[in-house]
């Protein structure tokens, strides 16, 4: 499965933007998509995850209720909306994809950049 990072930018402090991540090559009812950034200097922080099916989702503690993850069976498309965006979001958001029997995530995306100013 190949994966497409979108939706990133820059933006105030506070605002919301919504990432996408569409897939391709085959559906992903057989796989878990994550939600991963990382900044300059630091190790890929887990954002959040949703399995496909039967849409178990989890969240990283400290993003819970700014941060939603969803889903687009329709689009094969996983959506990770932020809300009240903060300074310390700024980085590269990736999104990648294990199949559900699988440990690993070894099919990414290429990120996109989400810069928040204050």
């Known amino acids: 499965v190949q994966l497409q990072a979108s939706g990133g930018g820059l933006v105030q402090a506070g605002d919301s933007l919504r990432l996408s991540c569409a897939a391709s090559g085959r559906s992903l009812s057989n796989y878990i998509v994550g939600w991963f950034r990382q900044t300059p200097g630091k190790e890929r922080e887990f954002v959040a995850s949703l399995a496909w099916s039967p849409g178990v989702i989890n969240y990283a503690d400290s993003l819970k209720g700014r941060f939603t993850i969803s889903k687009d069976n329709a689009e094969n498309t996983v959506y990770l909306q932020m809300n009240a965006v903060k300074p310390e979001d700024s980085a590269v958001y990736y999104c990648?994809?294990?199949?559900?029997?699988?440990?690993?995530?070894?099919?990414w995306g290429r990120g996109t950049q989400v810069t928040v100013s204050s």
């Open positions: 990648a994809a294990r199949l559900l029997y699988s440990r690993d995530y070894n099919n």
